[in-house]
């Protein structure tokens, strides 16, 4: 027990002075509605976790394809860093094009994607140690209406990817008929 504290009677701790003031917690207005309308979803990696695709969220598959959703996501939002940071320092575009000309085209791509978003559809994906397949369908997001057109736009890629530091990054990619 501290015997260095002053005393007081028990009317002494309750004066005016002394008790603290009962405040009304602030009330906010909420729009709802706005929330909702500018409502966004989560990142790449629980936007994936709740993809039907997925038997075990812990699976080398699934944190492959966690990956390619991010990697659309990332195309989606029109950010170029985001995207390009899914491809691994090798990579090696397809077509003998080379790696600079590919920055320039994904960059122009990327800047002109406005006219219409791109779902990806995760057609396969295998994993073999620190080597990942996946063939994926990159799809046109459109009305209705437009959707017997779309089709000719649909693009199948395959993708290889490697194990590096944790995360799985695209080496090459080429498109397939």
Known sequence: MRTDLPEFARAEYFDRQNV???????????????????????????????????????SPESIVIARLNGRAKAWQDRNLAAYLAYYAEDFVPANGVTKAAWLKQCSERIKNAGRADVAVRIDKVSVSGNQATAKITELPVVSAEAAQNAKQYEVSKELQLKQVSNNWLIVSETVID
């Open 20 to 58: 603290c003031q009962a405040v009304a917690p602030p009330v906010f207005n909420v729009d709802k509605k706005a929330l909702l309308a500018n409502a966004r979803p989560l990142g790449d990696s629980l936007t994936a976790l709740n993809s039907p695709e997925l038997k075990n969220p812990l």
